[in-house]
Each structure stands twice: as structure tokens, then as C-alpha cells.
């Protein structure tokens, strides 16, 4: 008779992706959208806030159905195939790259310029950029999401895990928008964008930053979505985990507030706040090859 995988098969503890230090401080328990708790702990060794027990990777896939992108609300998108969350996605995409220095970088290099988009969802940020010219890829493992950019959007798009994916050509640039935190081993996948980049190349990483207005909300910060959001760096951490991999280090900058509804003037105001005040949850990094 086969046997039922009870918690412990489904479950891991892992060591510190950052330091490896296995030593961690439990900080708070959260139900996740089914009810069962989960623990952020912090590393012994560097400070690193995050998810211990975990789903192991192939558990956590069956979180990652259909209705993360259109039901829930407070967890992942009111509807993420709406012309609204497109022209929002688009609105902030436009910030990060101004922040980030991209069209200075984008006005230096040659005409072939290959764009790679990790964790795409729908790939609105690889339309942006194929409409700039750039030969432009997402990849996901949100299969939905896939097939709506590929059908409606007309995107190349992979479906699967970056890890396993072989490039027949290096990329000028590759982002990972608010992903990093979903990622089991984001070491190993920056690592390989570290490879997968040519000479002079850009990451830009974005992810829910730890300090800040994290703070203020305590538990229920917009970002603590247990099992889904595993890891929460602060800047540092982040830039620790890139100079490791590789890269230098060239630009940051923090925004979002998570208050009033996206779109909205409230959240408008608060967002412009949070950046002014350099208080925003988010925070984005580029780094060199
Ligand atoms: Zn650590």
C-alpha cells in the first residue's frame, strides 16, 4: 500500500543560504491561505530573516495554482490579467529602470541586446522590453501565467525552472521582479545569472526588504505571506549574497509602502513618502558582471 507523505517528508530546515550557519532564533508563527503555521526564524550567524521548517520545493508548487494570480487578494493579485495590474506592473517597471540607471546602460550598448525576465508571471516586463528592440525572455514556473503571455501577448516565454535552463547566447541584461524571496536556492540562481550574463552585464533584483516599514506593521506586514515568501533580506544581506556571486554592486533604492489600494491616491502619496523618506519595503539592487 503506498503510504501517505506525512509533514516530515514535505517539510526541510535549511542552513543559512547567506552564511550557512545552522543556528536560528525563532522570531513569530503565521497560518498560511490553508491554515497551517509557519515560523520566520533569524540566522545565528549573519541575521538572515527567514522561513524554517519550509514545503520543500516540489511541495510548494501546489501553492502556486492558478488562483495565486487571480483570487486572492492580500497573498498574490487581484487579478493579475487585468488592464489595471498591467498598467500598474508597467507604471513601477518604469520607476525601478529610471532608479536603476537602466536607459543610460540601454544608450550604450550595441543593437543586439538580449533581455532575460525571471519568475515573468504573464511577462509584462519582457513585452516592455521587446517593444524597446531588445531579443526578450521570461521564464516561470507558474504555467497559467506562461500560456496567457505566450497566447495573448505573443512572448517568448519558458515554462520550468531557470536552474535547469541552458542559454545559447549571453544576456545584456536579467531581472528577477519581487522573485528572489519565493526562491528555495537563491544563491545557486544568482550564481548562474552570474554566468549567464556577457561581460558588463546588469541583474537587477528586486524583493520585500527587511527594515523599514517592516517594522511598523509587525506581523501583519503586506510581505509575510508564509510558505510562499521564504527569504526577507534587508539591503545588505542582498548586496552580501550578490558581491559573493560575482557582481559589483552599483546602484539601490527603496519604495513602497503597502498603504491604501494599489492604484489609488492614497497609496500614491504614501508611496512617493516611503521613497522620499527612504522608508519604502521594497528594495531593488544592480549589480555588474
Ligand atoms: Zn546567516
Not at 527567514?50 to 487581484?78: C, H, I, N, V, W
Not at 541586446?113 to 513585452?127: E, K
Not at 521564464?139 to 536552474?163: Q, S, T, V
Request: charge should be positive.
Amino acid at each position: 500500500m503506498p503510504v501517505k507523505p506525512g509533514p516530515r517528508e514535505i517539510l526541510e530546515s535549511p542552513d543559512c543560504v547567506l552564511c550557512g550557519v545552522s543556528r536560528k532564533r525563532p522570531l513569530f508563527s503565521k497560518p498560511s491561505g490553508r491554515g497551517e503555521h509557519f515560523t520566520l526564524v533569524k540566522c545565528a550567524g549573519c541575521g538572515l530573516k527567514y522561513l524554517s521548517p519550509r514545503p520543500t520545493e516540489e511541495a510548494l508548487r501546489s501553492y502556486y495554482q492558478s488562483s495565486y494570480f487571480t483570487k486572492r487578494t492580500d497573498r498574490g493579485y487581484d487579478n493579475y490579467f487585468s488592464s489595471e495590474i498591467r498598467a500598474e506592473v508597467t507604471r513601477v517597471l518604469e520607476l525601478n529602470l529610471q532608479d536603476l540607471g537602466f536607459f543610460k546602460y540601454e544608450a550604450s550598448l550595441a543593437a543586439s541586446r538580449r533581455y532575460l525576465d525571471i519568475g515573468c508571471a504573464t511577462g509584462y516586463s519582457v513585452l516592455y522590453m521587446k517593444e524597446r528592440g531588445w531579443e526578450s525572455i521570461g521564464i516561470d514556473i507558474a504555467g497559467p501565467c506562461i500560456r496567457y503571455g505566450r497566447d495573448n501577448l505573443g512572448l517568448d516565454l519558458i515554462d520550468g525552472d531557470y536552474l535547469t535552463q541552458n542559454f545559447d547566447a549571453p544576456f545584456q541584461l536579467i531581472s528577477l521582479w519581487a522573485t528572489l524571496e519565493h526562491l528555495h536556492r537563491p544563491d545557486q540562481v544568482v550564481r548562474k545569472i552570474h554566468r549567464d550574463l556577457a561581460p558588463g552585464g546588469r541583474v537587477y533584483l528586486s524583493t520585500c526588504r527587511a527594515g523599514g516599514w517592516m517594522r511598523l506593521f509587525g506581523k501583519n506586514w503586506r510581505y509575510y505571506n508564509f510558505p510562499e515568501h521564504l527569504y526577507y533580506f534587508n539591503w545588505r544581506q542582498l548586496a552580501r549574497l550578490m558581491e559573493e556571486c560575482g557582481f559589483t554592486v552599483e546602484r539601490r533604492a527603496f519604495y513602497g509602502s503597502g498603504v491604501g489600494k494599489p492604484g489609488g491616491p492614497l497609496r500614491k502619496l504614501a508611496d512617493r513618502s516611503a521613497k522620499a523618506l527612504n522608508l519604502g519595503d521594497m528594495v531593488i539592487l544592480s549589480g555588474i558582471k
